[in-house]
């Protein structure tokens, strides 16, 4: 089973565009051959999160 890069950015709807994105450039195999592929190659800034 392949496990795709998870991002948030921008508004709530914006977040599957963003993670798609990221998922489509792929990974730089640094945890190969463990699950997962490695880090996004697609750089990925968290600039704020929020819970509640």
């Known amino acids: 089973m392949s496990r795709r890069p998870r991002a948030a950015a921008g508004p709530a709807d914006a977040g599957p565009a963003v993670a798609d994105e990221v998922a489509e ?3 730089d195999g640094s945890l190969e051959p463990g699950p997962g592929g490695g880090a996004p ?3 990925v800034t ?3 999160a929020t819970t509640g």
């Open 41 to 43: 190659t697609v750089p």
């Open 46 to 48: 968290v600039e704020s």
């Open 25 to 27: 450039g792929g990974d």
